[in-house]
């Protein structure tokens, strides 16, 4: 079981940066590969980027690729996502997930477990 708390969200210009933290419960962290997701009102919930259990591979969606950067710490049971140059259209609920495949995926059916979400909302 992997309790998940996300944190860092807020309002920010255009053209300026947040970093969301999520905090896992559990000491199996290490052995989950992560995923960040987003939901924007009206919309289904997107993949937004994932890392793997040891943090050798990320995964971008296309639309932030080059913007923000996914990392992790085991020692702290933390992940991380820096969102730099956002943009209005980066606003939604933004979630972490935690899945026991070896490999990040795209789809949120397969995650196990969500956090709460934090908003972010990026002013024009």
């Known amino acids: 079981q992997v309790q998940l708390v996300e944190s860092g969200g807020g309002l920010v210009e255009a053209g300026g940066s947040l970093r969301l933290s999520c905090a896992a419960s559990?000491?199996?962290?290490?052995?989950?590969?992560m995923g960040w997701f987003r939901q924007a009102p009206g919309k289904e919930r997107e993949f937004v980027a994932a890392?793997?259990?040891?943090?050798?591979?990320?995964q971008y969606a296309e639309p932030v690729k080059g913007r923000f950067t996914v990392s992790r710490d085991n020692a702290k049971n933390t992940v991380y996502l820096q969102m730099d140059t956002l943009k209005p259209e980066d606003t939604a609920v933004y979630y972490c997930?935690?899945?026991?495949?070896?490999?990040?995926?795209?789809?949120?059916?397969?995650?196990?477990?969500w956090g709460q979400g934090t908003q972010v909302t990026v002013s024009s």
């Open positions: 890392i793997t259990w040891s943090g050798g591979r990320t």
């Open positions: 997930a935690a899945t026991n495949r070896y490999y990040s995926s795209t789809y949120p059916e397969h995650y196990n477990y």
């Open positions: 559990g000491r199996t962290f290490s052995s989950y590969t």
